[in-house]
């Protein structure tokens, strides 16, 4: 059973870093698209970035280029997300991802990281930046 548990969230001023970690369990990342997705008070649950660990290919949201960077370390299994600049606007829980196909490929030819192609999710991380 694929298990993933998100850590790191906290609060943040306006300008300032954080570093969110996806510990994955019951599938290795060598193996797996792993996404990662947020959602703030009232509004949608929308894509982040996801690496493709087929090809290492990766995609981000024009809302977090330049800001953000996926990484994974598959000895521990885990993905990272490193947030810098962090704005008001990044407030939100964020969620980490992944499915037994290849949902991060997709999102780079389609240009869109949809959250209803992924299966399996964590719990989330709460992000708050303040201003």
């Known amino acids: 059973q694929v298990h993933l548990v998100e850590s790191g969230g906290d609060l943040v001023q306006s300008g300032g870093s954080l570093r969110l970690s996806c510990v994955v369990s019951g599938n290795t990342l060598d193996a797996a698209d792993i996404g990662w997705f947020r959602q703030a008070p009232g509004r949608e649950r929308e894509g982040v970035s996801c690496?493709?660990?087929?090809?290492?290919?990766?995609y981000y949201a024009d809302s977090v280029k330049g800001r953000f960077t996926i990484s994974t370390d598959n000895t521990k299994n885990t993905v990272y997300l490193q947030m810098t600049n962090l704005k008001p606007e990044d407030t939100a829980i964020y969620y980490c991802?992944?499915?037994?196909?290849?949902?991060?490929?997709?999102?780079?030819?389609?240009?869109?990281?949809?959250?209803?192609?992924?299966?399996?999710w964590g719990q989330g991380t709460q992000v708050t930046v303040s201003s």
């Open positions: 690496v493709s660990n087929s090809d290492k290919s990766s």
């Open positions: 991802a992944t499915d037994d196909g290849v949902p991060c490929w997709a999102a780079t030819i389609k240009a869109e990281l949809s959250p209803s192609a992924w299966g399996y």
